[in-house]
């Protein structure tokens, strides 16, 4: 790792930083903005540690200008964002929020103003309530609904946005969202997480269209994220055991868009989809896309389980003894990103791997104007080693993005664990650069801005 270099990942290679609507731009009722399923949860209360809500979260909305210029300041060449969709259609639905819209606008102009690139999410799990009131991803008229979203934000921002990614990880917002409810919506139910997994992944290729149909020089892509699997044992047992999780946590979000159907034969538990599948469906699902994103945290062990179904369980060993941990409990694995990477590059249907999030949360604190978080620049340094391989391997890997720019709402975690590469006083909205947004400058090449 001592000889990590930004040249030998290419001259063509994106650095960039990452962040969500709603974790960072507050403004939560804002200049039209409707409630999103996200409002709705957090103000239920007992659902987020502390009580948190992303009400006022990082204060983007207002202060986006000061934001990107710490991106810029610290030399990445991309911002990734998302749009707040109930901010550009309060209800999900009809007419557009000429506010919502004209906030996009100035961020966009930002950016290109100050020589980063935009990279836009359009779907980052801020549903409208409206919309989840109707059903949401579990009604099929969601696909529809979805793509004339889309195409509004395409008509306002393709002539300057090329970079576009549909939706950040469907299998966090469904598995966690709608199976094992801890996010929001904070559905239980199988039936229904199995219903809206089919209409997302039909969005993900209805999108798709939009996108290249408004903006013909776009960059079309999704973000997954991958957890691979590892077991104890190699035994039969194991192997089928690790082969229905790989299912849930990960093909089912994936392969139906590369053509290939739902891997009903690995994982029995999903064979209710077929309910959902109409005619032409096949067809309408698959996508080409021109990149796909990969979102690398952790591996997850897999213990077998006697239950014909599902056949296996997965969950965090907390090996104190072999991995570091994380403040979210995740351990440090960095081989599973090239991992990662090699398996989604072996699929014919993927020309192109963007590393569209990776970082670690730990407990920083600032003393003296400084925030030294050691532990996340080794962390950096050991998973930028990796993907230097992967790129050395001849894997089509032309960009990273860290998770985050700055520290903020981490959904049900509330502000406790920060992942940002600037330090957020969520009390005076203070940001400070930690020692990790410092190494990166270094490594990146930008004129150094340490304090003395």
């Not at 094992?180 to 039936?191: C, D, E, F, I």
Request: contains cysteine; glycine residues 8%.
């Amino acid at each position: 790792m001592t000889g990590l270099a930004k040249a030998d990942f290419g001259d063509d290679f994106t650095w960039g930083v990452a962040h969500a609507s709603y974790q960072v731009e507050g403004a939560w009722d804002l200049d039209g903005k409707g409630p999103s399923i996200w409002d709705t949860f957090t103000h239920g209360g007992g659902r987020i540690k502390n009580h948190e809500t992303g009400d006022v979260a990082c204060d983007f909305y207002h202060r986006y200008q000061d934001d990107t210029s710490l991106v810029q300041e610290l030399g990445f060449d991309a911002q990734r964002f998302s749009i707040s969709w109930p901010r550009v259609q309060p209800d999900g639905r009809g007419a557009a929020n000429a506010a919502g819209l004209d906030f996009y606008d100035r961020v966009v102009d930002d950016c290109l103003a100050k020589g980063v690139e935009p990279w836009v999410t359009l779907y980052h799990w801020d549903l409208p309530q409206a919309l989840q009131d109707l059903g949401g991803w579990t009604n099929r008229s969601i696909v529809g609904w979805f793509e004339d979203y889309v195409g509004i934000v395409a008509d306002r921002l393709g002539d300057r946005v090329k970079d576009w990614m549909v939706f950040n990880e469907p299998c966090s917002f469904l598995v966690v969202g709608h199976l094992l409810g801890y996010h929001a919506p904070g559905t239980r139910s199988l039936r229904k997480f199995l219903a809206a997994t089919h209409h997302v992944n039909l969005s993900q290729a209805a999108a798709a269209q939009v996108l290249r149909a408004k903006v013909p020089d776009a960059n079309v892509g999704t973000t997954h994220i991958v957890t691979p699997m590892r077991s104890k044992r190699d035994t039969e047992r194991d192997r089928r055991a690790k082969a229905s999780i790989d299912v849930i946590a990960n093909r089912i979000f994936w392969e139906p868009n590369f053509g290939l159907g739902y891997p009903v034969d690995d994982c029995p538990l999903i064979a209710g989809i077929d309910k959902h599948i109409k005619p032409g469906d096949e067809e309408a699902i698959t996508v080409d896309w021109d990149f796909v994103g990969v979102q690398y945290y952790q591996r997850q062990l897999v213990k077998p389980w006697p239950v014909p179904k599902l056949r296996g369980v997965p969950w965090m060993s907390h090996d104190y003894r072999s991995y570091e941990i994380t403040a979210m409990g995740w351990e440090v694995q960095p081989d599973g990103l090239y991992e990662s990477l090699e398996r989604f590059a072996a699929y014919d249907k993927v020309p192109k791997l963007i590393i569209t999030e990776n970082g670690s949360a730990y407990p920083d604190t600032l003393v003296d104007g400084r925030v030294h978080d050691d532990r996340r620049t080794a962390f950096y340094r050991a998973h930028l080693a990796e993907v230097e391989r992967a790129v050395a391997d001849g894997l089509p890997v032309h960009g990273y993005f860290c998770w985050s720019l700055m520290d903020n709402f981490e959904w049900a975690e509330g502000y406790v664990p920060r992942f940002g590469l600037t330090h957020v006083d969520f009390d005076t909205q203070q940001r400070t650069i930690k020692d990790s947004g410092y190494w990166f400058q270094d490594f990146l090449g930008a004129q150094s801005t340490v304090p003395a």
